[in-house]
Nanobody, 123 residues
């Protein structure tokens, strides 16, 4: 069955960095766009960015552009989210998800999700 497992979250000071990983299994990873989303307490799930199937096309939310970078290793069935210059407002649970189409930013257009990993940025 399809499985997405995030890891790499934790507590970091403002200005610091973290790299999240999302290990995929149960499907042909290289055939899917992979997205990252986040959800802070009391807020809706928010789009962070996506990478197309081979990593040649990426798109980011304005709130993270220039600070976050998505990469993927199709040989390892893993997508990464490198987060630099972290801010307290980046605190959230981060999720990876897959989509059969590219250019989607709405969570409803992603059909499988990981369990999430907590990122907490202290000021």
């Amino acid at each position: 069955q399809v499985q997405l497992v995030e890891s790499g979250g934790g507590l970091v000071q403002a200005g610091g960095s973290l790299r999240l990983s999302c290990a995929a299994s149960g499907f042909t990873f290289s055939s899917y766009t992979m997205g990252w989303f986040r959800q802070a307490p009391g807020k809706e799930r928010e789009f962070v960015g996506w990478s197309n199937w081979n990593g040649n096309i990426k798109y980011y939310a304005d709130s993270v552009k220039g600070r976050f970078t998505i990469s993927r290793d199709n040989a390892k069935n893993t997508v990464y989210l490198q987060m630099n210059s972290l801010k307290p407002e980046d605190t959230a649970v981060y999720y990876c998800a897959r989509s059969s189409r590219t250019y989607y930013v709405n969570p409803s257009q992603y059909d499988s999700w990981g369990q999430g990993t907590q990122v907490t940025v202290s000021s």
